[in-house]
């Protein structure tokens, strides 16, 4: 059992690492006598945009590769099979079912940062989607103005001071930062928590086989909702603008502990 | 481009935008030409589109035999989006713009509208994509019209030979906006000569009439910021946090449509601001060309000649010695170089005249099948540029009194015009 459970992790892990090393070995190739550029940065006396602190670039262009791939030969083959089988209604459905899990989240974090109105309005949805909304399949709490506020425990972090750290890309989840990672942790802890305590599937033998569906098509829904593919942009320096956008959405969304305290914004 | 947008307001979902709409009987509510430019449509103007197509995503090899460099590990083959039919109907080639994919978010609106209106839709990356750099271009460097639409051509043959024998097609017809409208003119008269396709129609939409002369206009916006293109990193970040101090004092839920609806409503970028980033777009796509070009060739113009970049390897340094290149540098300094050294009796001068539907014009009075759709305050065109496409193309140029560069190329009346164009 423990060994095909855990086949496709190793599978995964030694995929990368033939990846990093693969990597590693092809950095400094270059034998043949090289010129200098035309255009180099010595040259341009101006602030880097889009910069963002990544310390790990080499391990980080290796996953941001690794998931390139994960993508185009297991994820998005998987996906597109789900969405070819599916009809849109029941993809929409399912999209909301876990959508509405996610409250859970979303409600322990707004309660973690203190807002006590997020906190009651995400509280107001998880409720009305989950009794009117049929356990988070239907969506009527939008309509009655209790709108979606995305909330993890990287953003907690964050809230409470915390900076990001280092960038990080991480295997299938993608663009994270040391912090977010820490986050990640966290709220799967939580989830898996709740899952023990409250065993919506037995204990018996087959709820072993039943979370690992519900898990697997939780990971399909979400590649589902998410429109990005690796390199679709053809764009050569994608990477770069993916880490920019990551990290300023996280920025700006997490905001400052209180804002009314900081009235001047530093010029 | 794609990814300024996603920031800086692709899609503006459900605006309440009554109250806009300027007197003249059209409807699209952006007056100002920058803002629409960014802004582009309010999704609610968008017409209904079909959310499920039957569609393949072709990755094909033009020229089998290329050597590929490792950086470009992930470019497998020129993209292109198709989508079909399940009867014989019509096909359209639709031709992005400058630096954009074949799944550019204009391009895929496009698609849906012709799609639910009954073509075979095909689309295809601007020949300053990187993709059709590496994977499509005969020389890897992008630039020359004639050179383009040659390599254009050769695509739409090879596509056509992909998907020939699945899809029963009664006519072809060719369409590109920006960059390449101009292009599919130059497409058009090349399959005069070759006859591969004989195209029934052809529509512009908001094209360059000179590409050399409507590049310097938007290079252009950059001079209006503080110390001008060479300060666009400082430009650039102090708009960010512009832009994120406006979202934290003003208690916002998420980067979502309100947000970016009340940037535009409080103004919160001046005129010289907006044009500004609409520089800095146009810079940020023409570092990939430079980039990727200078790669293929191997030519020592941002990356030292003869360097084997690694796929994992930081291109940092590279990114912002190419951002800070202007189209001036691109054109003076590494295209036309490279077309004297094939043509050495061509002047420059002669060589800027020919990216110009001026030099095809005999061919564009003289056949039936043009049309052009463009706007008023398009800021890439001239008044005697305007004034030109009236002429040449008389009731064929659809002309609109906004829109800016392509904003309103998703408003519902726009769609809807493309799409009779072709019945």
């Known amino acids: 059992m423990t060994v095909t459970r855990y086949r496709p992790f190793l599978l995964i892990l030694s995929l990368m690492l033939m990846l990093l090393v693969a990597g590693c070995a092809a950095t400094r190739a270059n034998t043949n006598d090289e010129q200098p550029a035309r255009h180099t940065i010595s040259e341009f006396s101006d602030q880097r945009f889009a910069e963002v602190a990544d310390p790990w670039e080499g391990f980080n262009q290796s996953m941001y590769r690794f998931n390139y791939y994960f993508d185009k030969h297991l994820f998005l083959p998987v996906v597109n099979g789900y969405e070819f089988i599916t009809p849109t209604f029941v993809q929409n459905r399912v999209s909301g079912f876990f959508n509405n899990l996610g409250e859970i989240r979303n409600f322990s974090n707004s309660l973690f940062q203190l807002k006590g109105i997020e906190s009651m309005t995400t509280l107001g949805r998880f409720v009305t989607n989950s009794t009117l909304g049929l356990g988070g399949l239907f969506d009527p709490a939008t309509s009655f103005g209790l709108t979606r506020r995305n909330q993890d425990f990287g953003k907690t972090l964050g809230y409470w001071g915390m900076e990001s750290g280092p960038y990080l890309v991480l295997p299938i989840f993608g663009p994270s930062s040391l912090r977010d990672t820490g986050g990640l942790a966290v709220d799967s802890g939580i989830t898996y928590g709740l899952y023990t305590v409250t065993a919506p599937f037995g204990t018996s033998d087959a709820a072993f086989a039943i979370t690992a569906g519900v898990t697997t098509l939780e990971a399909v829904d979400t590649r589902h909702q998410q429109s990005f593919r690796y390199y679709e942009s053809g764009y050569p320096f994608e990477y770069y603008m993916v880490r920019f956008f990551y990290n300023e959405h996280r920025k700006i969304e997490i905001g400052a502990a209180d804002p009314a305290n900081t009235p001047n914004p530093v010029k | ?423």
């Open chain 2, 1 to 423: 481009m794609k990814f300024f947008r996603i920031l800086f307001l692709i899609s503006l979902l459900l605006l309440p935008v009554s109250g806009f709409a300027a007197d003249d009987g059209y409807g699209y509510p952006i007056p100002g030409s920058y803002e629409a430019t960014i802004l582009g449509t309010p999704a609610a103007l968008m017409p209904e589109l079909p959310t499920k197509m039957n569609t393949r995503q072709l990755v094909i090899e033009i020229m089998p035999d290329r050597k590929k460099p490792p950086i470009f590990y992930y470019d497998e083959g020129l993209r292109c989006t198709f989508a079909y039919q399940q009867k014989k109907a019509p096909l359209v080639f639709l031709i992005a713009g400058t630096g954009a994919s074949d799944r550019s978010a204009k391009l895929m609106t496009m698609m849906k509208a012709f799609y639910q209106a009954g073509f075979h839709v095909i689309t295809l990356p601007s020949p300053s994509n990187a993709n059709f750099i590496i994977s499509a271009s005969l020389s890897h460097i992008p630039g020359d019209a004639t050179e383009d639409a040659a390599d254009l051509y050769r695509v739409m043959e090879a596509v056509w030979k992909q998907i020939g024998k699945d899809v029963e097609v009664s006519s072809f017809h060719l369409c590109g906006y920006s960059m390449g409208g101009t292009q599919a003119a130059f497409v058009a008269k090349l399959d005069e000569e070759r006859l591969v396709f004989n195209f029934r129609k052809v529509l512009m939409i908001n094209p360059p009439v000179s590409i050399y002369n409507s590049a310097l206009r938007i290079e252009e916006l950059l001079k209006q910021i503080p110390g001008g293109a060479k300060k666009q990193g400082i430009f650039f970040n102090k708009m960010l946090s512009k832009f994120s101090e406006f979202y934290q004092y003003g208690n916002y839920v998420a980067i979502n449509d309100d947000f970016l609806y009340s940037i535009y409503i409080e103004k919160l970028f001046s005129r010289e601001e907006t044009a500004g980033l609409i520089g800095l777009t146009f810079r940020i796509n023409l570092a990939g060309l430079i980039f990727a070009s200078d790669v293929m060739t191997n030519s020592g113009y941002v990356v030292p000649k003869n360097r084997v970049l690694s796929p994992t390897e930081s291109l940092s340094d590279y990114f912002l010695v190419s951002t800070h290149l202007g189209f001036l540098d691109y054109f003076n300094e590494y295209l036309f170089p490279s077309v004297h050294k094939q043509k050495p009796d061509m002047t420059k001068q002669a060589f800027i005249d020919a990216q110009s539907l001026r030099s095809i014009e005999g061919y564009l009075k003289s056949s039936g099948k043009f049309g052009v759709m463009t706007n008023e305050n398009d800021f890439i065109l001239t008044k005697a540029d305007l004034d030109y496409l009236r002429n040449v193309f008389a009731e064929r140029a659809k002309i609109y009194p906004s829109g800016g560069h392509l904003g309103n190329l998703e408003y519902k009346d726009n769609l809807a015009y493309m799409v009779e164009f072709f019945k």
